[in-house]
C-alpha cells in the first residue's frame, strides 16, 4: 500500500525535537519558526508535558464519554480561569475542523436558521460545513458546496448588515486574525460592529480562534483586543501542544440538550492530560507575557531590512510581507539556514507560528540568516 499524496512534501525528515528546534534523521537541527501549522504551543517535548503524558498514559488513556470523566472538569475549570473566559460552557472535540463543525451545527440548532456568512479568504477546515464556509473553491467538492453561504468583504459592515437584514442567517464566522488567508484582521470597529448586528438580527457569532487562539496574539483570545464577547468560540491547535484536541466555547446563555453534540474521541483523558499540561505551562512559565516580549524585539528587529513591504499580524502570528513569491526564499530558509518558516494563500507573505516559549535569540538567528537569504537572491537576479 502506498499514501494518498494530497501534500507537497520537502525533503526534511524530522525524528525529535526539544523546544524550538527540531532534529532530522541526519543529525540537523532547524529552528523551528512554524510550529506545525502553530501546534506547538509550549515548545517540543516539555519536560512536564511530556511526564503529565506519560503517567496518565500508565493509568487510562481512554474510555467513552457516557461515564464521567473529572478530567473534563478540570479542564474547564482551568480553561476559564486562564482565559477569563468563566461565562463559556466547553465541549472537547478532537481538532479545529471540527470544532468549527460543532460551532456552525450549534449556531443553526440555536437559531432555526441555516446561512453563514463567512468572509473572503477565510480558512475555516476541511470537513463539510466547516469547508464550505472556507473561501477556496479547489477544496470544496460538490457536496460541500450546498451549503448556504454568503462569502464577504472583510471590514465591511454595509455588506454585513446587508446580508443579515435577510433573516435567514444563523451565524456570522471569522478568524480572529486570518491564518492561511494572509494575516488579514478585521479591525477593532469592525468586530464590535459585527457583534452588535448579530445581537440585532439574532444571529450567533462565532468566533474562529483555532489558530490565533492560546495566547498566540499576545491575549489568550485574539478577539480579547477588541473588548468583544462572541457567542462561540473555536480552538485547537495550541490546545495540546501536538495531542489532537479541539474544542468550544459557547456562551451560557445557550441551552444544552442531550444528543446535541457528541464525539467518540473529543475529551479523552489523554487529551485531557495534554490540554491541562499547556494550560499550566502557559501560567506557570508565563507564555503569553513571553509572546508580547518576543514579538516587541522581533517588530524592531524587522525594521532592519529594507526591501519588506509589511509586516502583519499579532503577537507571535506574524506575517512578512515580500513584492516576489516567497517560495524559493523559504527553501533556501530550509536548506541553507535550517529554519522552518510557513506560507500561505499569499504567495508573497512568509508566515511565522513559533513556540510561545521563543526567545529574543532566536528571533536574531532568523532576522540574520533572512538577510543573508535576501543578499543571496539580489546577487542571483543581478548577475541575470
Do not use: W
Request: glycine share 10%; hydrophobic share 40%.
Amino acid at each position: 500500500m502506498e499514501l494518498f499524496e494530497v501534500y507537497p512534501l520537502y525533503d526534511v525528515t524530522p525524528v525529535s525535537a526539544k523546544g524550538c528546534y527540531v532534529i532530522d534523521n541526519l543529525g540537523q537541527k532547524y529552528l523551528d519558526l512554524y510550529g506545525g501549522h502553530g501546534v506547538i504551543s509550549i515548545g517540543h517535548s516539555h519536560k512536564e508535558y511530556v511526564s503529565a503524558l506519560s503517567r496518565q498514559l500508565g493509568q487510562m488513556g481512554f474510555y467513552s464519554n457516557s461515564i464521567k470523566n473529572p478530567l473534563q472538569e478540570a479542564l474547564a475549570h482551568k480553561l476559564g480561569k486562564v482565559s477569563k473566559c468563566e461565562d463559556y460552557n466547553l465541549f472537547l472535540c478532537n481538532s479545529g475542523a471540527e470544532a468549527n463543525e460543532n460551532a456552525l451545527k450549534m449556531a443553526s440548532f440555536e437559531t432555526g436558521k441555516s446561512k453563514i456568512i463567512a468572509f473572503e479568504k477565510a480558512f475555516h477546515g476541511r470537513t463539510s460545513a466547516a469547508v464550505a464556509v472556507t473561501d477556496n473553491p479547489k477544496i470544496n467538492a460538490p457536496l460541500n458546496s450546498q451549503h448556504k453561504v454568503a462569502f464577504l468583504p472583510l471590514n465591511d459592515e454595509i455588506a454585513v448588515e446587508r446580508e443579515l437584514s435577510k433573516n435567514d442567517v444563523a451565524a456570522v464566522i471569522i478568524e480572529g486574525i486570518q491564518g492561511v488567508g494572509g494575516l488579514n484582521e478585521g479591525s477593532g470597529d469592525f468586530f464590535r460592529s459585527l457583534e452588535k448586528l448579530c445581537k440585532k438580527y439574532g444571529a450567533m457569532l462565532i468566533l474562529d480562534e483555532i489558530q490565533s487562539g492560546y495566547g498566540r496574539s499576545g491575549k489568550f483570545f485574539s478577539f480579547q483586543h477588541h473588548g468583544i464577547h462572541p457567542d462561540i468560540i473555536s480552538m485547537a491547535k495550541g490546545m495540546g501542544n501536538g495531542f489532537p484536541v479541539g474544542g468550544i466555547l459557547i456562551s451560557n446563555s445557550i441551552n444544552a440538550s442531550y444528543g446535541m453534540l457528541g464525539t467518540t474521541f473529543g475529551g479523552n483523558h489523554l487529551a485531557c492530560a495534554a490540554a491541562l499540561s499547556v494550560l499550566d505551562i502557559i501560567e506557570k512559565e508565563q507564555l503569553i507575557d513571553n509572546v508580547r516580549e518576543v514579538s516587541r524585539h522581533f517588530l524592531k528587529r524587522i525594521k532592519e531590512i529594507q526591501n519588506i513591504k509589511s509586516v502583519k499580524g499579532k503577537g507571535l502570528m506574524m506575517g512578512i510581507s515580500f513584492d516576489f513569491p516567497v517560495s524559493e526564499l523559504r527553501k533556501a530558509l530550509i536548506f541553507d539556514e535550517h529554519i522552518f518558516t510557513g506560507g500561505s494563500s499569499d504567495p508573497n507573505l512568509l508566515r511565522l507560528l513559533p513556540p510561545l516559549s521563543i526567545g529574543t535569540d532566536e528571533i536574531d538567528r532568523f532576522v540574520d540568516a533572512l538577510k543573508r537569504v535576501l543578499t543571496r537572491i539580489s546577487n542571483t537576479k543581478n548577475s541575470i
